[in-house]
């Protein structure tokens, strides 16, 4: 049974946990395949590439570790990403409410995802949720903090915080992974792309329905709160 330090701060994931980007990523992943003249899978089949890093994606969809390859999928996906898809994107119904809540009881909260930071900032403001965070974490253009462990290592570092504060939130097992190795508290959210199974499987502390859940649960565990 490990003893969880006080939670004062969270970060989270953006896609799947934040905004359900479906139709914007899927459109995106066709547009580079068909560009590669590459065979195009239906939307729904596109899904689980929801979450993990781009270059990941492309790998397996293209069957090659050819790294030019790789980046001409990459480069062709963000060549629609960054007029269309990014906004092609929709809020989940209880965040806002979430991260108010949050904010009411002085929690810090971050965002951290393997999407780029570039893009990852452009969709929290456009989405009007900038006001709610002190920062977002996110992946380099060039590759950089592709690896969610390695960003949530940065980013403790640039914000000064003790792992054992603080709390990663998110939908898929990369961002359980990532807050085990680090040393946050991993939590699951089982409303985006990885199912209960996969996050439990990844070491989750817990895994929530719904961010009115998630909030619910933070209640439910003071710092005196042990698993």
Not at 84 to 92: D, I, P, R, S, T
Not at 98 to 124: D, N, P
Not at 153 to 171: F, N, Y
Request: charged share 20%; with cysteine; glycine share 8%.
């Amino acid at each position: 049974m490990n003893t969880i330090a006080p939670r004062n701060a969270i970060f989270f994931d953006l896609d799947g946990t934040l905004t359900d980007p479906f139709e914007g990523i899927t459109a995106c992943f066709q547009h580079a395949l068909s560009k590669l003249g590459r065979p195009v899978p239906p939307a729904a089949e596109l899904a689980p590439f929801i979450g993990p890093p781009l270059r990941e994606g492309f790998a397996t969809l293209l069957a090659t570790q050819d790294q030019l390859l790789i980046e001409q999928g990459v480069s062709l996906f963000r060549e629609r990403y960054a007029t269309e898809g990014a906004f092609e994107n929709q809020v989940y119904a209880e965040v806002p409410g979430m991260l108010r809540a949050l904010g009411e009881e002085s929690r810090r909260l971050f965002v951290a995802t393997s999407k780029a930071r570039v893009y990852a900032e452009r969709i929290i403001e456009h989405f009007g949720l900038s006001p709610f965070f002190s920062h977002v974490y996110g992946a380099e253009l060039d590759g950089r903090f592709d690896n969610k462990a390695e960003l949530l290592e940065h980013a403790l570092k640039q914000e000064g915080l003790d792992a054992a504060s603080c709390i990663m939130v998110g939908d898929r097992a990369q961002d359980v992974r990532a807050a085990r190795k680090n040393g946050l508290v991993p939590v699951g959210v089982a409303y985006g792309y990885g199912s209960r199974e996969e996050l439990l499987d990844a070491g989750a502390a817990v895994v929530c329905a719904s961010p009115a859940e998630f909030v619910s649960w933070l209640r439910a565990h003071p710092p005196a709160a042990s698993f």
